[in-house]
């Protein structure tokens, strides 16, 4: 398909298949298009959107297929959401949007700090100061799960990697949702905004590593990032691209699917029985609730030279969405795909931290974070119950909750 600029006089008929409008996800009504456009084989171009002409990349395979290709598929070219980078805008660069040789040494930095001997070694800091949200939480009584547990938790495992000063690490929270929303790209006042609390937030890391420079190395990512060969040089700018990358990775990440964890077993009682009734099925069950959330609905690449994709032409320059909320959907892959099951054989297949060389560093994380929130909840015989609609976040980029009211049972 030819990818031609839209042309100003025309009038196009809006695409039903452009799955980048934010009240898809803001109305939970995004299923339908993508079922349609999976169907339809996966891949679609929207020639008209608010983000410009780009490929939807909608199946399982498809995605595997450009992700496995990263010298074809760029992640540098224009970055990796769908919101386009205009002229005058700051570029804040970090390794995600970083291609080979670059990547790999900015990568293996911060690595290490996600070993499966420094997930015991975090772990026990993890458990205690889960169970100590969770005593604290009130029983039959209404309260808001978002900011309560799932902000509240996932602020405090980055304040542990960080070794952040315990009392602000409210301030990652404001830092990462300033960062994560895409729609701001359409408003040039709020840009502006966002650009003082990410130097706001550049200032107050600065600090914290000047700190440690000279120092013993401790095992935190600050001081990793300054005992490294490839990050000890970052300029400022880069510094700051890859510490936002890292709070903002990690933060609505696992904040949603801990929101996903009481949303979606609320949704699904039975499977919440299951696993009430065998905690065994804990870790099975944390990658399911992965799967079915898809807490980053997609990442972009942009093509180095013109290819093919399943019999459709891809031109050098094109934009390409992928879009892992769907390929979680894919039936040929996870059969009855919209529903939860905590046993699923192959919950682990799901794309929710992509594919190949840019796969999700801090998964392991995640898991361990979201393994232990259903352990203690478990322990203590906690049920979540949702007490009405959650208010959900209106982009394509975080897909995920802004408020949950629930109120706690005891099993
Ligand atoms: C990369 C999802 C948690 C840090 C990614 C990617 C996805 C993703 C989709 C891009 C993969 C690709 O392009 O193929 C998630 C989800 C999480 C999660 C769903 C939680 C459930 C975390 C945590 C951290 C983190 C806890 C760190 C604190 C990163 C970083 C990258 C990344 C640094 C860039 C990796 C690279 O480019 O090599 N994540 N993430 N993420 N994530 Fe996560």
Not at 67 to 85: F, R
Not at 265 to 283: Q, S
Request: aromatic letters at 8%; proline letters at 5%.
């Amino acid at each position: 398909m030819a990818t031609l600029a839209p042309q100003p006089d025309t009038v196009y008929a809006p695409d039903p298949l452009d799955v980048s409008r934010p009240e898809l996800y803001r109305d939970d009504t995004w299923h339908s298009p993508f079922r349609e456009l999976r169907a339809k084989g996966g891949i679609h171009y929207t020639e008209v959107s608010d983000f410009g002409p780009y490929w939807s990349i909608a199946n399982y395979k498809s995605i595997v297929h450009v992700e496995s290709l990263p010298e074809l598929y760029s992640s540098e070219a224009a970055g990796i959401t769908i919101a386009d980078l205009k002229e005058g805008d700051v570029r804040m660069p970090m390794f995600i949007a970083m291609d080979r040789p670059k990547h790999t040494g900015q990568r293996r930095t911060v690595a290490p700090a996600f070993t499966p001997s420094e997930m015991v070694r975090l772990s026990a800091n993890i458990r205690a100061r889960t169970a100590e949200v969770l005593d604290a939480l009130p029983v039959g009584e209404g309260f808001d799960w978002v900011d309560t547990v799932s902000i509240e938790l996932t602020t405090q495992m980055l304040a542990i990697l960080f070794d952040f000063p315990w009392a602000d690490r409210r301030k990652l929270t404001f830092w990462s949702d300033w960062a994560g929303d895409i729609e701001i790209a359409k408003d040039p006042v709020k840009k502006q905004e966002r650009l003082a609390h990410l130097w706001e937030c550049a200032a107050y890391f600065s600090q914290l590593w000047n700190a440690k420079v000279g120092k013993e190395p401790s095992p935190d990512l600050i001081s990793m990032m300054i005992h490294s060969d490839a990050m000890s040089e970052m300029d400022q700018q880069e510094f700051l691209g890859n510490l936002i990358l890292l709070i903002v990775g990690g933060n609505d990440t696992t904040r949603n699917s801990m929101s996903a964890y009481a949303y979606g077993l609320d949704r699904f009682p039975d499977e919440r029985g299951k696993l009430e009734n065998d905690p065994g099925l804990i870790a099975n069950a944390t990658q399911e609730i992965i799967r079915w959330q898809t807490p980053l609905a997609h990442m972009r690449r942009t093509a180095t030279a013109d290819a093919e994709i399943d019999g459709h032409r891809i031109r050098a320059g094109d934009k390409l969405a992928l879009w892992y909320v769907s390929a979680n959907r894919d039936e040929s892959v996870f059969a009855d795909a919209d529903s939860i099951r905590v046993d699923r054989a192959n919950a682990r297949r799901h794309l929710a931290f992509g594919h190949g060389i840019h796969r999700c560093v801090g998964a392991r994380l995640a898991e361990l974070q979201i393994g232990i929130l259903l352990e203690e909840m478990a322990k203590r015989r906690l049920r979540v119950n949702v007490t009405g609609e959650p208010t959900r976040v209106a982009a394509c980029f975080v897909h995920g909750y802004k408020s949950l009211p629930v109120e706690l049972s005891r099993y």
